[in-house]
């Protein structure tokens, strides 16, 4: 008979008598679980009466009977939900990188609404703004002139008057000699402006670009018809200019006088100034404002130096070029010069156009060269080689710089736009190292103490 079967009998007895021990183990969970369980019921004392014990063990639950070998387990007890913990803060609940893009973006919209009314407040005193700015230019430029006098032993007052009227002095020489100039030549510049239109028309319809002289006719009849239109226009643009006229006098006179108490007293509006600085960032404005200075100083005098030079040799070349009024277009140069990028541009444009409709095709080719050349000159030799490190910004910023300056307050706004940021990167550029070092210095001493403490 094989040994089967009673290989499997004691396999099947073995896990039964795993089952009833497993099922033992469940009620004895359940019973200790349980909040009315036997377990937790007071044992009578044996002070007590006979007679309370009997009803006792007669309320006592009776040992439940061992469960049947085929009955199905008893499903567990589901236990109670644990109670709901208080709710996390809402700003903990955002994510990290919502909450600094929010903080960032409050912030930026205070500075933008600071900025807004800033420019609200400059453009409504637009004119007393650009004559201090202007006067702030004058005397970076003529300050070393009073120090130099200081030294030499003159007294401040005489040393700020003369160098301050020696000043306005050249500049107004300069505006009358080129009114001067214009005037004295109009005539002759008429003819020739009306000669050089004929050779023009005549060139255009020899060259190779097949232009007719009814397209010129044309094109003639077009600019008459557009002055015709915009005759009013005109004729009110004269009216205003006598407005214009008026508060280029006043802020000539601001000026001026805004430059002739900075060249005598400018320490000690500085030494005022720094009195409204909160005694915090009062060190490093400190530090950051003679700075500054020697910035503007440099760029006012690197400028000029580079105008002077610029002028001088389109000057000498459009001179010795036959191209009329040489000297009036050399000193248009000069003054357009002080606007960078676009200056460079306008005054060369001029003096191509002048020696196009005067002198010919080929002259204006000339003229076009020698600019062009004087530029390149300036550009990669004369203002790396004048202004150097200290006012060096880049091109980009330059270009939008002068574009945002000039779309915001004009021309004036283009002329100080590049001496603006220039100084202010100087100033940003210092209280940045200089907050790095006092950031240093008070971590100094708490190192040190921590390695005395070591010790």
Do not use: C
Not at 101 to 128: F, K, P, Y
Not at 149 to 174: E, K, N, Q, Y
Not at 314 to 334: E, H, T
């Amino acid at each position: 008979m094989s040994r089967v079967p009673g290989w499997l009998g004691k396999l099947g007895a073995g896990l039964t008598e795993m089952s009833e021990r497993l099922d033992e183990r469940r009620v004895e969970v359940e019973r200790e679980n349980a909040p009315d369980s036997p377990a937790t019921l007071p044992e009578p004392t044996a002070a007590g009466p006979a007679v309370d014990a009997a009803p006792a063990a007669e309320s006592a639950p009776a040992p439940e009977a061992p469960p049947a070998r085929d009955a199905a387990p008893a499903p567990p007890a589901r236990r109670a939900a644990p109670p709901a913990g208080p709710r996390p803060d809402p700003a903990e609940a955002v994510p990290w990188g919502v909450r600094v893009a929010a903080e960032a973006g409050w912030r930026l919209l205070v500075l933008a609404g600071t900025l807004w009314v800033l420019m609200r407040v400059i453009s409504a005193i637009q004119l007393v703004v650009f004559a201090f700015v202007i006067a702030l230019l004058v005397t970076a430029l003529l300050q070393p002139t009073v120090a130099r006098l200081t030294r030499r032993g003159v007294p401040r007052g005489p040393a700020t008057a003369l160098t301050a009227i020696s000043g306005f002095v050249v500049i107004g020489l300069m505006g009358w000699f080129v009114t001067w100039q214009v005037i004295e030549n109009i005539d002759t510049l008429s003819t020739q402006i009306q000669s050089g239109i004929d050779d023009l028309r005549d060139w255009l319809l020899k060259s190779p670009f097949h232009v007719t002289d009814k397209q010129i006719n044309q094109i003639a009849k077009n600019l008459r018809e557009a002055i015709g239109a915009n005759a009013d226009q005109i004729t009110s643009a004269g009216l205003e200019g006598v407005q214009v006229i008026i508060e280029a006098l006043t802020g000539i006179l601001l000026v001026f006088f805004s430059t002739l108490f900075l060249l005598y007293d400018g320490k000690r509006i500085w030494e005022w100034f720094l009195k409204l600085v909160p005694a915090a960032a009062r060190p490093g404005v400190a530090g950051a404002g003679p700075r500054a200075w020697r910035t503007l100083t440099a760029y006012v005098r690197g400028t000029v130096l580079v105008a002077l030079i610029d002028a001088i040799f389109i000057g000498i070349g459009i001179y010795f070029l036959n191209v009329p009024m040489a000297v009036p277009l050399a000193v248009f140069i000069f003054l357009f010069s002080f606007i960078p990028l676009v200056g460079a541009v306008a005054s060369g444009a001029l003096a191509v156009i002048v020696a196009l409709v005067t002198q010919g095709v080929f002259t204006a080719v000339m003229t076009l060269a020698v600019v062009l050349a004087v530029q390149q000159i300036e550009g990669h030799v004369l203002q790396p080689f004048i202004l150097g490190r200290a006012v060096r910004v880049h091109p980009l910023a330059v270009v939008l710089t002068v574009a945002a300056g000039g779309m915001v307050a004009g021309i004036g706004g283009a002329v100080v736009a590049v001496p603006l940021v220039a100084v202010t990167n100087t100033v940003v550029g210092y209280l940045r190292g200089y907050s790095a070092e006092a950031v240093a210095n008070r971590s100094e001493p708490s190192a040190v103490e921590g390695d005395h403490g070591g010790e």
